[in-house]
């Protein structure tokens, strides 16, 4: 049975006034509930239940029930989940304001939109476009079967609904959830992407999250365990080349350029006197999450790409895949990474950072200042010699 979600249509004059518009409106919804918006109350839908009639021996009866649980198959023999569905328009002038917890299918995705984001028509267009994206950048598919296990997403957000969507695996995942505000970030594993729904509302302006978040998915999706920072590493390199790619600015990345003076978050000095990779210690088993992860991993991985082609990737991932688990998950990812490179790689790293990275600022600042009026002013009060 599919429920229609009631959609609040909001069409706007023009492209140019849409992005100033939904700049305005996005800060406005992030802080509090909006009075001015009055929205019909819905009630949720009621959990499926069993039901067993008296008069029929229990195994037929247990049957029977489980058939009306079972889900319905549509003429093209396609399943059909007994959970509210949404059908998007495709219109990115549509402000779809969801009222209950449902979903949308793609063609190679589940949408799962939290009762109450705002959304636009279009998002699941932005969504395909990006996967497809970030397979061509780092020459990766989706399409491997997951190696892992499924993540107990559908109890953490939405009561443990759609129980029956997706339960093969074979799409990804993807969650716009309303930012819960305590603190805590958007996230990915290899089946699902957690996004919150600043992150797609307004596509012209901010999609590093979802670049950021996907590519964490298609490489864990096809991978065993590769640690945080060459994880991070490859998720924040992924984020700022599509960035370049699809000409949006690459806001999050000015913090990777930074924090070499801050030697609490990244101390480059290990790079040099510990050359053998110490660096990429896996922080998973007992680090925590922190940010110097991300420092080291973008410039390891813009290195590797540098140095060995973007087929690094798919070498990576594949001779992970032969992970034993009999060492240290440390030493794995260091054997991972050497197998797939060089027995040197990380002298050559330590060779390549201070050019390749000081190449990698000027590029990126050169990039930006389409995006940025104050790197343009500098550039024109500068008098030329
Ligand atoms: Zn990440």
Request: aromatic share 12%; hydrophobic share 35%; proline share 5%.
């Amino acid at each position: 049975m599919k429920k229609k979600i009631l959609c609040l249509l909001m069409v706007l004059s023009t492209m140019a006034s849409l992005c100033a518009a939904c700049n305005r409106e996005k800060t406005s919804e992030n802080t509090s509930s909006d009075p001015s918006i009055n929205l019909p109350v819905f009630e949720q839908p009621a959990p499926p239940k069993i039901v067993l009639s008296d008069d029929e021996p229990e195994p037929t009866r247990r049957k029977d029930a489980l058939k009306d649980l079972a889900p319905q198959v549509d003429e093209n023999g396609m399943t059909i989940s007994q959970w509210p569905s949404i059908t998007l328009s495709g219109d990115p002038d549509e402000i779809i304001e969801i009222q209950e917890d449902c979903f949308y299918e793609g063609e190679r995705f589940f949408i799962f939109f939290q009762n109450g984001v705002k959304i636009r028509g279009d998002v699941a267009e932005h969504l395909d476009r990006i996967m497809y994206g970030l397979e061509d950048l780092l020459q990766l598919s989706y399409e491997r079967d997951p190696v892992n296990s499924d993540i107990n997403w559908r109890y953490l957000y939405f009561d443990n609904a759609f129980t029956d969507v997706n339960r093969d695996l074979a799409k990804v995942n993807i969650l716009i959830i309303k930012n819960p505000g305590d603190g805590a970030i958007e996230w990915a594993g290899e089946n699902v992407a957690v996004l919150f729904e600043e992150d797609v509302f307004d596509p012209e302006h901010d999609l590093e999250t979802a670049y950021h978040e996907l590519a964490h998915v298609l490489q864990l999706r096809q991978a065993s365990p590769f640690g945080r920072v060459l994880a991070e590493g490859i998720a924040a390199y992924a984020e700022y080349q599509m960035c370049i790619r699809e000409n949006r600015p690459a806001w999050d990345t000015a913090g990777y350029l930074t924090d070499r003076r801050n030697p609490s978050i990244y101390d480059e000095s290990l790079i040099y006197t510990d050359p053998v990779g110490t660096f990429m210690h896996d922080t998973e088993i007992d680090g925590g999450h922190n940010d110097w992860e991300y420092q080291y991993g973008i410039r390891f991985v813009t290195f590797l790409v540098e140095t060995y082609g973007v087929e690094v990737f798919d070498k990576m991932c594949r001779i992970s895949l032969e992970f034993t688990y009999e060492e240290a998950r440390t030493d794995m990812i260091i054997r991972v990474i050497k197998e797939a490179t060089s027995d040197d790689v990380f002298e050559q790293f330590a060779a390549w950072l201070p050019e390749g990275w000081e190449r990698f600022g000027e590029e990126y600042e050169e990039y930006m200042k389409q995006f940025d009026p104050m790197l343009q002013m500098r550039d024109s009060t500068q008098v030329p010699a």
